[in-house]
């Protein structure tokens, strides 16, 4: 099959700030055009809240599976809103639909903090936090498996299944190890495969086979923590690590607050990633819609419908979104528009006034900085 002559991408920017964070990116795209091997074809699908209500869907069917399946890559703003539907639907009738129909297995989330950004952590600079997290993305507790016993009594008990296999581990394993080997980090590399084996002895089975046969490479080494001791060590002593691998929902938590110390939740990034091509991989950010910039609040914290300010909405920051698109370029192959991305993503976030500038400004000024 002769090579496209185009990089083919489906957007799906979601809802609230996924829309607004998707469309500062796709212009910031437009600035870094001269800086491709080959051009970009964008193909929105507004997968979201409206459109699951509109055709009383609970999850992607095969009709959109099919029409996605068709793209290189795909580029995802974020979902939920709820004054239109009840959280939860939208993440697993796309997100978790999308990873396991596309097998998108890894899920990659640098800890980075960029060079004169401060962290939260008193004395760690970026050579200290600089590693990464290669959550499984497949399996785990988010197989959406389970029941509930007893519904509506004072005895209702809710079973929810942790699925791991030693197929899954192992692919992980390997993925990380060849991230690892790349990163160069320190003289060999080092790989911490994170888990609960001393109390989920079923589900760590196929964790603790895969450890044993990484524990006596010679080549590279290979430890184990538990989830709670690495999220200890994480805090104190971040420099310790290379690449770690765990389990999705331990993997979901941690990532989260390896953000944090990375200089904010609106900085991260996250690939979901299919290694062998055969179906896309999709990037997003990890900030979420953010209704709090679309909606007045009530005494109860939910959102008002009907009280969009737009003056609010210029409050968001779009790095994460960009960084994220920065990420799927690395991905294509276009590492010089890659890296003019995440520059001017940094530069954005260097600013000393950036927590006042507005949405406006730092499109505008990563624009500029990228195209140069």
Same mark, same amino acid.
């Given at each position: ?11 799906? @920017? ?10 500062? &990116?796709?212009? =910031?795209?437009?600035? *870094? ?67 396991? &129909? ?40 988010? *197989? ?24 899954? *581990? ?35 089975? @196929?964790?603790?086979? *895969? $450890? ?17 001791? $690495? ?11 290379? +690449?770690? =691998? ?43 819609? %953010? ?26 920051? @779009?790095?994460? &979104? ?15 528009? &890659?890296? /003019?991305?995440?520059?001017? /993503? =940094? +530069? ?10 507005? =949405? ?9 900085? %990228?195209?140069?």
């Amino acid at each position: 099959m002769p090579e496209k002559s185009f990089h083919n991408i489906a957007v799906i @920017p979601g809802d609230l700030n996924g829309i607004t964070v998707t469309e500062a &990116a796709l212009k =910031l795209s437009e600035a *870094v055009k001269g800086k491709l091997s080959k051009p970009i074809k964008h193909s929105r699908f507004d997968y979201n809240a409206d459109y699951f209500l509109k055709h009383g869907l609970k999850e992607l069917g095969n009709k959109e599976l099919d029409e996605l399946k068709k793209f290189d890559q795909i580029f995802l703003g974020a979902i939920g809103d709820p004054t239109k539907m009840k959280p939860g639907i939208l993440e697993v009738g796309i997100l978790l639909k999308l990873r396991q &129909a596309f097998d998108q297995y890894v899920n990659l989330r640098p800890v980075a903090l960029p060079e004169g950004v401060s962290s939260i952590l008193i004395g760690k600079t970026s050579k200290e936090i600089n590693f990464e997290i290669c959550r499984e993305n497949s399996e785990g507790l988010y *197989v959406d498996a389970g029941w509930i016993e007893k519904k509506g009594t004072e005895e209702e008990a809710g079973y929810q299944i942790m699925k791991c296999t030693y197929k899954g *581990v192992k692919r992980l394993a390997k993925y990380a190890e060849e991230r690892a080997f790349a990163r160069k980090k320190g003289e060999k590399p080092t790989l911490h495969f994170v888990f609960k084996t001393n109390v989920l002895t079923y589900a760590g089975s @196929p964790w603790q086979r *895969v $450890f044993d046969e990484y524990k006596d490479r010679k080549d590279l080494t290979a430890k184990y923590m538990h989830i709670d001791n $690495f999220l200890m060590q994480m805090l104190l002593k971040p420099e310790q690590f290379d +690449e770690v =691998l765990t389990e999705n929902m331990f993997g979901d938590i941690a990532t989260d607050a390896g953000a944090v110390i990375q200089g904010g939740i609106g900085s991260a990034v996250s690939g979901n990633i299919n290694p062998t091509g055969e179906f896309p991989s999709m990037f997003e950010p990890i900030h979420g819609t %953010a209704p709090d910039k679309w909606y007045e609040i009530n005494s109860n914290g939910e959102c008002i419908p009907g009280t969009f300010v737009k003056e609010k909405v210029q409050q968001v920051k @779009p790095e994460a &979104a960009f960084l994220s698109y920065a990420m799927m370029l690395e991905q294509l192959g276009e590492l010089k528009a &890659a890296k /003019a991305i995440q520059q001017a /993503a =940094l +530069e954005n976030i260097r600013d000393p006034n950036y927590k006042t500038k507005t =949405l406006d400004e730092l499109v505008k000024k990563a624009c500029d900085f %990228a195209g140069r």
